[in-house]
Antibody, heavy 121, light 108 residues
């Protein structure tokens, strides 16, 4: 059974940093691309970042490029999202999502339950 | 940027009704269109990918159609567990992946 368990969310001040983790199990982690998708009541679902199965290719939404870094720890089957220079606009529930292919196709066939990030003074 | 516009934003329907939700892309996206279902407090669930292919385990009362800019999600006979919010998502302009704003389906 595929399971994705996010952690690392919390309250942080504007300008601060946070690292999210997503522990994956039930599938061959290195064979699938992964993404982070965030959700807010106002903006709905917003794709944030993706990484290929090998970890060799990473992609970012314009809103987070240069501030966020996605990575995969294949030995530990964990996906990370390092977030820096956080703003109130980054406040959201962050989901990790499994892609259906090794390359990024954005067909998200499994999702975690999310971790909440709140950026506030 | 690729914009995805869903209509209606919300609708009320009864058990057994046939329901159709529409998604329009701001540019042609072939059939690179997915549909998700989200229930309160839960993560989205993939229903349909590539515009019309049913994800494994999804009931056959769900169907999708369309290509280019106009797409539809149809539920042939609403069941109690279908009341949720539905999102379309384009996977054409990777990596700039975008979702529609959602359609909330309520019980009439």
């Amino acid at each position: 059974e595929v399971q994705l368990l996010e952690s690392g969310g919390g309250l942080v001040q504007p300008g601060g940093s946070l690292r999210l983790s997503c522990a994956a199990s039930g599938f061959t982690f290195g064979s699938y691309a992964m993404s982070w998708v965030r959700q807010t009541p106002g903006k709905g679902l917003e794709w944030v970042s993706a990484v290929s199965g090998s970890g060799g290719s990473a992609y970012y939404a314009v809103a987070v490029k240069g501030r966020f870094t996605i990575s995969k720890d294949k030995s530990g089957s964990t996906l990370y999202l390092q977030m820096t220079s956080l703003t109130v606009e980054d406040t959201a529930l962050y989901y990790c999502a499994k892609d259906s292919q090794r390359t990024v196709t954005a067909n998200f066939d499994f999702w975690g339950q999310g971790t909440l990030v709140t950026v506030s003074p | 940027d690729m914009q995805m516009t869903q209509s209606p934003s919300s609708l009320s329907a009864s058990i057994g009704d046939r329901v159709t939700i529409t998604c329009r892309a701001s540019q042609p996206i072939s059939t690179y269109l997915n549909w998700y279902q989200q229930k309160p407090g839960k993560a989205p669930k993939l229903l349909i990918y590539a515009a019309s292919t049913l994800q494994s385990g999804v009931p056959s009362r769900f169907s999708g159609s369309g290509s280019g800019t106009d797409f539809t999600l149809t539920i042939s006979s609403l069941q109690p567990e279908d009341f949720a919010t539905y999102y379309c998502q384009q996977s054409y302009s990777i990596p700039q992946i975008t979702f529609g704003q959602g359609t909330r389906l309520d019980i009439k």
